[in-house]
Structures are given as C-alpha cells and as structure tokens.
C-alpha cells in the first residue's frame, strides 16, 4: 500500500496543480495582445520628418505612443518613458527604436531636447487601419510595442511603471534573435 501510495501520489498532485491550484500570476507586465500586422501604407510626415513608412518597422522592435499632437503632462511623460526604457536595453538598445503617432491633424507639441533625439513622428489621423491596429490609440493612453516582424503585439497601462516595462522588454529581446 504505502509503495502504491508513493507511486499515486506525484500523479495526484499534478492533477491538483494543474486543474486546481492554477497560479494567478504572469511574468509579463504589458498586456499581450493579438498580433495585429500593422498597414503596410506609409504614414503621412510630422514634425519636418520624413514619411514613416511600414518597412521602418520592420527589423526592430518598436515602442509606440499613439495620441493627440497637443502633448500634455501625461504624453510628456510617456515619450520620456519611451526613451529611458530604451536607454535602458544598454548594448541591445539599437534593436529598438521609438515612434510618436498623431492621431490628429494639430501641429505637433515641442517634446524637450533629449526625448526628441531619434523619435520618429507621424500622422494616422487619416488612417482608420492603423487606429484599428492599435487598440485603443486614440485615447492617447497606451504605449504599445511592435515586434521586429511589423505586428502590434503588446500594450501597457497608462502611466505605465518603466521599470516593468524594461523587464518585459530585456526578456523579448534576450529570447529573440528578431531584429539582431
């Protein structure tokens, strides 16, 4: 009896874990979401930049804040958050880069010295298919990331806490070799 009981027993505790105890947690803290290609047509210019075209997407993973040109405290805040997660990626920091979307025809907002360096800016105010790429863009609320493929794969809250999202994003670029 006692041997069948050890025998039995690690089964019975699997079963139990799986179906029972199931864990709560998550190692990620943005919320995953279906992978949307993104519009392979090109973005309309901002800002005295270059029309941002959907190829410039591709290779790199890609951190998007998506909002009104008339950027107050929380946008502010956002395309910093942009830069010192990427600053933060150290040596694997040139497998990102970082992308503002206007989602209207404003001008677009002064963005201070060192946030602006190497942020590309657009327009998809035009564009429906890109609003409906990135789920719920228009609130301006989310920073969103772009795999190296072009697909819109993850979002994080607003006011998004940059220490988490520089874990979630070392753990995507340590276990892919997309956009090496």
């Avoid at 089964?11 to 979401?33: H, K, M």
């Avoid at 405290?73 to 497998?95: F, N």
């Avoid at 998809?124 to 920073?143: E, F, R």
């Amino acid at each position: 009896m006692l041997l069948a009981l050890v025998c039995v027993l690690p089964v019975v505790a699997s079963y139990l874990a799986f179906y029972v105890w199931q864990p709560d947690g998550r190692t990620n803290y943005g919320e995953l979401i279906t992978p949307t290609p993104l519009p392979t047509a090109g973005l309309q210019a901002a800002a005295d930049q270059p029309p941002l075209t959907a190829a410039e997407f591709e290779g790199r993973w890609t951190l998007v804040h998506a909002g009104p040109a008339a950027c107050g405290e929380p946008c502010l805040a956002a395309l910093h958050t942009l830069r010192q997660v990427r600053l933060a990626q150290g040596k694997e920091m040139e497998r990102v880069a970082r992308v503002w979307l206007l989602t209207d025809h404003a001008p677009a907002a002064a963005i201070p010295g060192e946030d602006a360096d190497g942020l590309r800016i657009a327009r998809i105010a035009a564009d429906p298919a890109w609003l409906a790429a990135l789920p719920g863009a228009a609130t301006g609320a989310h920073i969103y990331l772009v795999d190296p493929l072009g697909n819109a794969m993850m979002r994080f809250p607003p006011a998004a806490d940059p220490k988490r999202m520089v874990k979630d994003l070392q753990r995507l670029l340590k276990y892919s070799a997309l956009g090496r």
